[in-house]
């Protein structure tokens, strides 16, 4: 059962917007209410929401638990309805609902760029850039990019998505947007890819992370 915060009736009116006023989604990011990326402490609490687009659905020891839209979006609306949540990054159809929703007013909004590392495919970490472009979070008025940065040793389309990850940041520092990097030290496995989460190898992860492209260009 969805969330009640988002109800039966909510969910039709999504779907005839979008097929009958697509036009309606880019006026609702132009009328959007922004608000400071920052608060005044400093500290930010973003609520994740793209997992789904690179097929991981899985919570805990159920694998199907984002499957349902429905309940997802009801989740979301509820979170960020919480005081101390900051916003949300996700991808452009989970944004989007969350737009006509409501829910994203006075909110941070991070675009998810690259999603293309399905989860389980033998190519997740040549991770292609399939979701939002710099150009397109200027364009919408999001506060910056996320893209997810895994590093193996033994795979070679780690070092395509180091370059991918590496023009992203040098397309959103042209723009004065934050790029929001996600690195992580990994292996493969028997075919799946598992993510080092001790202190060393999130160290060296973090170290690769941070020579990603070039410094933004300043004017004297």
Not at 212 to 220: K, S
Request: proline share 5%; with cysteine.
């Amino acid at each position: 059962m969805a969330d009640p915060s988002v109800t039966a009736a909510d969910l039709a009116r999504l779907t005839e917007w979008r097929a009958r006023e697509p036009q309606r989604i880019a006026r609702a990011w132009d009328e959007r209410r922004l608000r400071p990326l920052l608060p005044d402490d400093g500290r930010l609490l973003l609520v994740a929401a793209d997992h789904p687009a690179r097929g991981a659905l899985g919570v805990g020891a159920d694998p199907m638990a984002m499957a349902s839209r429905s309940e997802l979006l009801g989740r979301l609306v509820t979170a960020l309805a919480r005081p101390g949540v900051d916003g949300v990054l996700g991808t452009p159809d989970i944004l989007e609902d969350l737009l006509l929703l409501g829910a994203l007013e006075d909110k941070v909004v991070i675009g998810s760029m690259n999603r293309g590392g399905l989860q389980g495919s033998s190519w997740e970490l040549d991770d292609r850039f399939t979701a939002y472009t710099a150009d397109a979070v200027q364009r919408l008025g999001l506060d910056g990019g996320k893209m997810l940065t895994r590093i193996a040793l033994d795979d070679a389309g780690s070092v395509r998505t180091l370059e991918a990850c590496a023009q992203a940041v040098t397309d959103l520092a042209e723009r004065g947007l934050m790029a929001m990097v996600e690195p992580f030290w990994s292996v493969v496995d028997d075919g799946r890819v598992r993510n080092l989460l001790d202190a060393d190898s999130m160290v060296r992860a973090v170290h690769v992370a941070s020579g990603l492209g070039p410094p933004a260009r300043t004017r004297g």
